[in-house]
């Protein structure tokens, strides 16, 4: 706007012969072109512009800016550490008001809890221990590894030891049955000597978390019921097989690291085998908890697993529902009225089931469902120990 009142301006004193008169010829050059001020507007606009950084130690590009301060100022909240935001605000001799801390209170929490949502969590596989085991035949390097989500702090990692036949197992599954997936994917060759040496303990170790994470990181193996059978099968088949002699309080330790490595791996959003899996481990859970007197843990995974397992009216109206469901709303009915919890609604389910003509009465128990539940692989096999079944 004040370029072009310029320019007319400059028009209206040549037309009437104003410049022409003066002596020293300077005339014109006392007014820049047009498309200069347009380019020290420019130059002021992207001056004002600046741009905000989230992670660095200030603002970039703002000269002009880096004494600005007030209430719209952004640079003590972006540019600089959340926990000092307030820091010129807490040595002023008047002191901020109630109100100002509040809502500069409600801004961090907003913007930690916004930055936290951003961070994407992430299934990190960790080697901590790599042993050498002695038996009578054999002697191999058995490694722990944990399984911790990243974002948050894990309290309850999901733990597995595996030695290196069993990763080359499940190396040759996935090559067989994913052979277009696993083209790019290496995996640590066995050596002619020096297996045993701890600079190749270390270097495998470190090549097993990479391989792990790679396959973990393609949608199509990840998913797969041979990669996450891998992690939570054994410690399963290791429960039951304690479960079965009585053994409830070992058994309870197998049972809980399989439903930490469940739920890391996302079998509950699973189906056909992992579902399956899902299931039986929340009803082992519930029979194990039962039987040493932990009656509200036992209720609550009882709850866990009805509340997926409750049939829809169509299901109902055609008798359609998973064979643990009636064992499951059973135990529930008489766990809630001992803990004192509402039970009313599984109350009412159980009754209209046998409204439908369902003999609720002769059918196998909880404990007999468990026990006669065949833990296979997708693969149909048995194969395959883990810590619990290695101490029966």
């Not at 190749?200 to 790679?214: D, G, M, P, V």
Request: with cysteine.
């Amino acid at each position: 706007m004040a370029s072009k009142l310029l320019d007319r301006l400059r028009r209206t004193l040549f037309k009437e012969g104003a410049l022409s008169s003066e002596p020293d010829g300077h005339g014109a050059d006392e007014f820049p072109e047009s498309s200069e001020l347009d380019d020290d507007m420019e130059c002021v606009s992207d001056r004002l512009g600046g741009t905000l950084c989230f992670e660095g130690d200030g603002m970039v590009d703002s000269e002009e800016l880096g004494d600005v301060s007030g209430p719209d100022s952004d640079s003590d909240f972006f540019g600089e550490s959340i926990e000092d935001a307030c820091s010129s605000t807490d040595t002023s001799p008047i002191g901020p008001s109630p109100k100002s801390n509040l809502l500069t209170r409600q801004l961090q929490e907003n913007w930690r809890s916004s930055r936290a949502r951003s961070i994407p969590d992430k299934l990190i596989f960790e080697v901590t221990d790599a042993s050498v085991v002695h038996e009578t035949n054999s002697k191999y390097v058995l490694y722990t590894l944990h399984l911790i989500n990243s974002g948050t702090f894990d309290k309850t990692p999901g733990i597995i030891t595996r030695r290196y036949t069993d990763f080359e197992r499940l190396h040759n599954r996935l090559r067989r049955r994913y052979g277009a997936d696993m083209e790019a994917v290496y995996f640590p060759r066995k050596k002619l000597r020096k297996n045993f040496a701890a600079e190749t303990i270390a270097k495998r170790s470190r090549a097993f978390e990479q391989y792990l994470s790679h396959l973990h990181s393609v949608p199509d193996l990840r998913t797969t019921p041979t990669f996450l059978e891998f992690f939570y099968l054994g410690d399963l088949r290791a429960g039951q097989m304690l479960m079965r002699v009585g053994r409830y309080q070992e058994g309870l330790v197998s049972l809980l690291n399989a439903l930490r490595l469940q739920e890391k791996l996302g079998c509950a959003q699973l189906l056909q085998f992992q579902k399956a899996h899902w299931f039986f481990n929340l009803s082992a859970l519930v029979y194990c908890f039962q039987e040493l007197e932990q009656l509200s843990e036992a209720q609550e995974h009882c709850e866990r697993a009805l509340q997926e397992l409750a049939p829809s009216h169509e299901a109902l109206q055609q008798r359609q529902w998973h064979p643990l469901l009636i064992p499951l709303l059973q135990t529930n009915v008489r766990l809630s009225w001992k803990i004192s919890k509402d039970k009313r609604r599984w109350e009412a389910l159980l009754q209209e089931i046998q409204e439908r003509g369902m003999d609720v009465t002769n059918l196998p128990t909880l404990k007999e469902c468990l026990i006669r539940e065949s833990l296979q692989d997708n693969e149909g096999k048995l194969r395959g120990k883990s810590r619990g079944e290695d101490a029966l």
